[in-house]
Protein backbone atom coordinates (compact mmCIF):
# COMPACT_ATOMS: atom_id res chain seq x y z
CA UNK A 1 0.00 0.00 0.00
CA UNK A 2 1.02 3.81 -1.06
CA UNK A 3 -0.19 6.49 0.43
CA UNK A 4 -0.08 10.05 -1.51
CA UNK A 5 -0.62 13.30 -0.21
CA UNK A 6 -0.75 16.29 -1.66
CA UNK A 7 -0.06 19.85 -0.82
CA UNK A 8 0.35 23.52 -1.99
CA UNK A 9 -3.43 23.92 -3.75
CA UNK A 10 -5.34 26.84 -3.40
CA UNK A 11 -6.43 29.73 -5.26
CA UNK A 12 -3.56 31.46 -7.61
CA UNK A 13 -3.79 34.78 -10.05
CA UNK A 14 -4.07 34.07 -13.43
CA UNK A 15 -0.24 34.91 -14.77
CA UNK A 16 1.15 33.35 -10.84
CA UNK A 17 2.81 30.51 -10.13
CA UNK A 18 1.61 27.01 -8.91
CA UNK A 19 3.92 25.08 -6.36
CA UNK A 20 2.48 21.48 -5.88
CA UNK A 21 4.43 18.29 -4.22
CA UNK A 22 3.45 15.38 -2.97
CA UNK A 23 5.05 13.10 -0.39
CA UNK A 24 4.31 9.30 -0.62
CA UNK A 25 4.44 7.16 2.24
CA UNK A 26 3.51 3.39 3.21
CA UNK A 27 5.70 0.62 0.76
CA UNK A 28 7.60 3.84 -0.90
CA UNK A 29 10.13 0.75 -2.07
CA UNK A 30 7.61 -0.18 -4.33
CA UNK A 31 7.28 3.19 -6.45
CA UNK A 32 8.69 3.45 -9.58
CA UNK A 33 7.34 6.59 -11.28
CA UNK A 34 5.33 9.44 -9.83
CA UNK A 35 3.44 11.96 -11.46
CA UNK A 36 0.28 14.74 -12.08
CA UNK A 37 -2.86 14.54 -14.14
CA UNK A 38 -5.49 17.12 -13.44
CA UNK A 39 -9.55 17.11 -13.99
CA UNK A 40 -11.30 20.53 -14.84
CA UNK A 41 -14.83 20.50 -14.26
CA UNK A 42 -17.08 18.29 -16.77
CA UNK A 43 -13.81 17.17 -18.23
CA UNK A 44 -11.77 13.85 -17.99
CA UNK A 45 -8.67 13.34 -15.84
CA UNK A 46 -5.44 13.86 -18.53
CA UNK A 47 -1.70 13.76 -17.59
CA UNK A 48 0.36 16.92 -16.84
CA UNK A 49 3.54 15.28 -16.10
CA UNK A 50 4.96 12.21 -14.82
CA UNK A 51 8.63 11.82 -13.88
CA UNK A 52 10.33 8.05 -14.02
CA UNK A 53 13.15 7.05 -11.18
CA UNK A 54 15.94 8.01 -13.88
CA UNK A 55 14.37 11.36 -14.49
CA UNK A 56 12.87 11.06 -17.60
CA UNK A 57 9.52 12.82 -18.04
CA UNK A 58 6.27 13.30 -20.07
CA UNK A 59 4.42 16.26 -20.59
CA UNK A 60 1.38 17.56 -21.50
CA UNK A 61 1.13 19.96 -24.42
CA UNK A 62 -0.76 22.01 -22.39
CA UNK A 63 1.96 23.13 -19.88
CA UNK A 64 5.42 22.70 -21.85
CA UNK A 65 7.65 25.72 -21.11
CA UNK A 66 5.74 26.71 -18.17
CA UNK A 67 6.56 23.76 -16.16
CA UNK A 68 9.15 22.06 -14.30
CA UNK A 69 9.43 19.10 -12.21
CA UNK A 70 11.95 16.97 -9.99
CA UNK A 71 11.85 14.25 -8.00
CA UNK A 72 13.63 13.46 -4.89
CA UNK A 73 13.81 9.35 -5.17
CA UNK A 74 15.38 8.34 -1.31
CA UNK A 75 11.95 10.61 0.05
CA UNK A 76 9.39 9.34 -2.59
CA UNK A 77 8.64 13.52 -3.19
CA UNK A 78 7.46 14.70 -5.92
CA UNK A 79 7.74 18.84 -6.97
CA UNK A 80 5.59 20.31 -9.48
CA UNK A 81 5.81 23.96 -10.33
CA UNK A 82 3.69 25.57 -13.53
CA UNK A 83 4.35 29.02 -14.12
CA UNK A 84 1.93 31.52 -16.42
CA UNK A 85 -1.40 30.44 -14.85
CA UNK A 86 -4.37 31.11 -16.87
CA UNK A 87 -7.90 30.07 -16.10
CA UNK A 88 -8.03 26.65 -17.75
CA UNK A 89 -5.52 25.64 -15.67
CA UNK A 90 -8.37 25.46 -13.05
CA UNK A 91 -8.70 22.04 -12.12
CA UNK A 92 -8.44 19.05 -9.15
CA UNK A 93 -4.58 18.34 -9.57
CA UNK A 94 -3.81 14.73 -8.56
CA UNK A 95 -0.81 13.16 -7.49
CA UNK A 96 -0.29 9.81 -8.93
CA UNK A 97 2.11 6.72 -8.34
CA UNK A 98 3.28 3.70 -10.42
CA UNK A 99 4.64 0.64 -8.31
CA UNK A 100 5.95 -2.84 -9.04
CA UNK A 101 3.48 -4.76 -7.76
CA UNK A 102 0.03 -2.46 -8.68
CA UNK A 103 0.61 -1.14 -11.35
CA UNK A 104 -2.80 0.33 -11.49
CA UNK A 105 -0.88 3.15 -9.54
CA UNK A 106 -1.97 4.92 -6.90
CA UNK A 107 -3.82 8.04 -6.40
CA UNK A 108 -3.56 10.98 -3.98
CA UNK A 109 -7.01 12.62 -2.66
CA UNK A 110 -6.64 15.32 -4.93
CA UNK A 111 -5.96 19.51 -4.11
CA UNK A 112 -8.28 21.82 -5.88
CA UNK A 113 -6.28 24.84 -7.84
CA UNK A 114 -8.05 27.84 -8.53
CA UNK A 115 -6.99 30.31 -11.00
CA UNK A 116 -8.96 33.84 -11.45
CA UNK A 117 -8.62 37.34 -10.26
Known amino acids: QVQLVESGGGWVQPGGPLRLSCAAS????????MGWYRQALGKQRQLVVN???????TYADSVKGRLAISRDNAKKTVYLHLNSLRPEDTAVYYC???????????WGQGTQVTVSS
Open 51 to 57: ITSDGST
Open 96 to 106: HAEARDYLDGY
Open 26 to 33: GSISSIIT
